[in-house]
């Protein structure tokens, strides 16, 4: 099932998998919010991911 994170900023990101979400995830924050990259941990990222149908 994917898994999607919707960003304040109106950016969604959606991923197969935890690890392709983390890294998507991060991709995002380094290019629009590099202050938040440091203080999210991979728990903190998973946990504002919902289940795509």
Known sequence: ???VINCECGEVVRA???EELL???KTHL???HPELL???SR?????MAE???
């Open 43 to 47: 728990e903190d990222i998973l946990g």
């Open 16 to 18: 197969n998998s935890d």
């Open 23 to 25: 890294a998507a995830v």
């Open 1 to 3: 099932m994917r898994k």
């Open 30 to 32: 380094s290019r629009d």
């Open 38 to 40: 440091e203080k999210l």
């Open 51 to 53: 289940e795509e149908e």
